[in-house]
């Protein structure tokens, strides 16, 4: 596991170039900060509209747009690095091949504590990314990540499949995962049916039954929960359920100040 200022982390996706929070004081006492999941080159992302609200939480469906490797190496992990912040790299991509690549150059990138791989993307295929929804496809690509990062401690995401977390997580620890990241959008639908996730208060009580699964069939293996996540009663929930930290996600679009807040109620002991 990597070594967090406190529990409570910005999840991949929701704290765009960092900029954005950090305009907010947003980013003042984070214990880490995850970055968009990066692809080796850069994506421009789906047709829009790429959100709708519901009741309880957030449709979405970005098609993950960015800049690529290159442009974020140059511009977007260095500012984020003299901003002091510990820094894990969300990763995604086409191929096996493709998520070793960009693990290898982030291997030599100053300032980045550890590549997150993330296996829980709604609809990969439908997006052009490699589709991971078995359990030995995420272990191949954890593996190949893990050979490439030398001695970067590398998280995998694993989907919020109740009858299938606790194998996932199994998998993606024997190839080298250092902890699992379990949460993350559940499939959905945009109100015009294109495939998309949801996020948001709707996906917690789920989010956090898998966490608990996890830690029941490997308790040895440090677990942070992430999932509609947005009070400090939220992200004790999880805590007590034996998750090492928490990522806050979705909540930030809303209110960008939520992980900040929340990681000083958590410094300030039980309210």
Not at 137 to 161: G, T, Y
């Amino acid at each position: 596991m990597i070594d967090l200022a406190n529990p409570v982390v910005v999840a991949a996706g929701c704290g765009g170039t960092g900029r954005e929070l950090d305009a907010l004081g947003a980013l003042d006492g984070i214990g880490a900060f995850t970055t968009r999941s990066l692809t080796l080159n850069a994506r421009t992302g789906g047709p829009v509209p790429r959100f709708a609200e519901t009741p309880s939480g957030l449709v979405h469906s970005t098609g993950l747009p960015g800049p690529g490797l290159e442009i974020f190496l140059a511009t977007e992990l260095p500012w984020l690095v003299a901003r002091g912040m510990r820094v894990v790299v969300s990763v995604t991509g086409a191929s096996v091949a493709e998520h070793a690549e960009v693990a290898r150059r982030l291997a030599q990138a100053p300032g980045v504590r550890g590549i997150e791989v993330d296996l829980a993307v709604p609809d990969a295929r439908a997006h052009g990314l490699l589709d991971v929804r078995e359990p030995f496809h995420a272990a191949n690509v954890v593996a190949a990540v893990v050979r490439e990062a030398q001695d970067l401690p590398v998280l995998a995401k694993v989907r919020s499949d109740v009858l299938r977390v606790a194998e996932s997580a199994r998998v993606v620890t024997d190839a080298g995962a250092v902890a699992v990241v379990v949460g993350g959008p559940q499939a959905a639908a945009l109100p015009d049916g294109r495939p998309a996730g949801l996020s948001g208060p709707a996906v917690l009580p789920l989010a956090l039954r898998c966490v608990t699964e996890v830690r029941a069939a490997l308790p040895g293996v440090p677990v942070v929960g992430c999932g509609g996540i947005t009070t400090t009663a939220d992200a004790r929930s999880f805590l007590d359920a034996g998750a090492v930290a928490v990522q806050v996600g979705a909540a930030l679009l809303h209110d960008p100040t939520t992980a900040a807040r929340i990681a000083a109620d958590l410094a300030g002991g039980p309210s």
